[in-house]
């Protein structure tokens, strides 16, 4: 909470001053979602129609509403030793409060937007591609024989996404048997290359 109200709060600051910013904003959702939300116990089908419905948050040099969130103004200033941007923040609040000439301009600002949100995806995939490597291999060495419970949580085409339960891990598989959205399936590991981030399922018929 702490975190949230600093950077709420200097992003107002900044927006209030024309301080030259990076702030983080996120648009609301295409339609309502609130009828999605389960308080009380986890529902891997209304969380995948949620899933859908929020949109990414994203770097912006003008300030815009955080949905997400519910506040007004936002950026990230609290953690400039993890982040660059936060740095970047600090730096211009500094100037300001110090009287001196901003550090970077909007310009300059607009520039790192696009160089880091780059980054950013970057390290994104490379954490996805580590998090998969050591999933698969945990299934492969400890799981390659065992039914694994799921749900399905949609239908393209009987290209059927599900959810395993005891993960919430979601991998896609294909089978000729019909399959309702919300069925309790158990999957049964068919290949599974860690290397190559490939794994492949077939469908236990009771």
């Not at 995948?48 to 519910?70: C, V």
């Not at 941007?85 to 730096?91: G, H, M, N, V, W």
């Not at 299934?139 to 390659?144: F, G, P, S, T, V």
Request: net charge negative; aromatic share 14%.
């Amino acid at each position: 909470e702490l975190m949230i109200l600093m950077n709420t709060t200097l992003a107002e600051f900044a927006s209030v001053n024309n301080i030259p910013y990076i702030y983080k904003i996120q648009e609301m959702p295409s339609e309502d979602y609130k009828h999605f939300l389960q308080p009380d116990y986890y529902d891997p089908i209304m969380n995948d129609k949620l899933i859908r419905l929020i949109r990414p948050s994203n770097y912006s040099s003008f300030p815009g509403k955080h949905y997400g969130l519910g506040v007004d103004f936002y950026s990230q200033i609290s953690s400039p030793l993890r982040r660059y941007f936060d740095l970047l923040s600090q730096r211009q609040i500094t100037s300001f409060l110090n009287e001196q000439k901003f550090i970077y301009s909007q310009e300059e600002l607009l520039s790192f937007i696009t160089d880091i949100d780059l980054k950013n995806k970057n390290y994104s995939q490379l954490y996805n591609s580590s998090f998969n490597y050591w999933f698969l291999k945990y299934l492969k060495e400890n799981l390659a024989y065992e039914p694994l419970p799921a749900v399905v949580v949609s239908d393209n085409q009987n290209n059927y996404t599900c959810e395993l339960l005891a993960y919430g891990k979601r991998y896609n598989i294909r089978s000729k048997e019909k399959l309702l959205v919300g069925d309790a399936i158990n999957l049964l590991i068919d290949r599974v290359d860690p290397e190559k981030d490939i794994i492949k399922f077939s469908l236990i018929n009771d």
